[in-house]
């Protein structure tokens, strides 16, 4: 299942690469996947993550590299819930932030239950929503940095689209996001942390 999810993840890659909307926004969305993948690949061997979570990681790589290609305010998906739902503007950049803390939030369950004392239970869950708010908070002082070394230019990777409560917005959506994570898959994620142990 890895390579195939491995040789998925490198053609969407490359596919959302080809004459995107705007070179340097796809640069900076695609970046945690450049940055992430290798990362996966070395660590393979010593340190394995669960299926479910490489399969959730396969999931986030796709939604950056769908919102680096058009930029998160252009995406057709956004554009089809505006419509169908009757919104004020493309919401993928909101998909994007709820998967930001959604995905985020098992890869910090995982590690903490295997390098850490702690199990599953109150404190694991507070801590997780603190990483993930921790997380969600370092990307929009990304953003800001972006803003400030780029400025016009870095317009279609902040995605507020005229929003002045994007930020906030982006932080209580990785926040829900993080929330729903544990409480839809903690069963699911300790089952596979337990079918790891044994292999």
Same mark, same amino acid.
């Given at each position: 299942?890895?390579?195939?999810?491995?040789?998925?993840?490198?053609?969407?890659? /490359?596919?959302?690469?080809?004459?995107?909307?705007?070179? !340097? &926004?796809?640069?900076?969305?695609?970046?945690?996947? =450049?940055? #992430? %993948?290798? /990362?996966?690949?070395?660590?393979?061997?010593?340190?394995? !993550? &669960?299926?479910?979570?490489?399969?959730?990681?396969? =999931?986030? #790589? %796709?939604?950056?590299?769908?919102?680096?290609?058009?930029?998160?305010?252009?995406?057709?998906?956004?554009?089809?819930?505006?419509?169908?739902?009757? %919104?004020?503007?493309?919401?993928?950049?909101?998909?994007?932030?709820?998967?930001?803390?959604?995905?985020?939030?098992?890869?910090?369950?995982?590690? %903490?239950?295997?390098?850490?004392?702690?199990?599953?239970?109150?404190?694991?869950?507070?801590?997780?929503?603190?990483?993930?708010?921790a997380i969600s908070a370092s990307y929009e002082f990304i953003e800001w940095w972006a803003a400030l070394l780029y400025g016009s230019d870095a317009d279609s990777f902040?995605?507020?689209?005229?929003?002045?409560?994007?930020?906030?917005?982006?932080?209580?959506?990785?926040?829900?996001?993080?929330?729903?994570?544990?409480?839809?898959?903690?069963?699911?994620?300790?089952?596979?942390?337990?079918?790891?142990?044994?292999?």
């Amino acid at each position: 299942m890895l390579p195939v999810l491995l040789i998925l993840t490198l053609l969407a890659l /490359i596919v959302s690469g080809i004459q995107p909307f705007d070179r !340097l &926004t796809w640069w900076m969305e695609v970046m945690p996947v =450049i940055i #992430g %993948l290798p /990362i996966l690949i070395f660590t393979r061997r010593p340190f394995p !993550l &669960t299926m479910l979570l490489y399969g959730l990681l396969f =999931i986030h #790589g %796709l939604i950056l590299m769908l919102g680096g290609h058009y930029t998160y305010a252009r995406v057709p998906l956004g554009f089809w819930m505006q419509d169908w739902l009757d %919104l004020s503007r493309n919401h993928y950049d909101r998909i994007g932030h709820l998967a930001q803390g959604f995905i985020p939030a098992i890869l910090a369950r995982e590690i %903490l239950i295997r390098l850490s004392p702690l199990k599953s239970g109150g404190w694991l869950f507070f801590i997780v929503c603190c990483v993930v708010l921790a997380i969600s908070a370092s990307y929009e002082f990304i953003e800001w940095w972006a803003a400030l070394l780029y400025g016009s230019d870095a317009d279609s990777f902040l995605a507020t689209q005229g929003d002045v409560w994007d930020t906030q917005w982006d932080m209580f959506l990785a926040l829900c996001g993080g929330i729903a994570a544990q409480l839809l898959l903690s069963r699911q994620h300790d089952r596979a942390l337990n079918k790891l142990r044994i292999f």
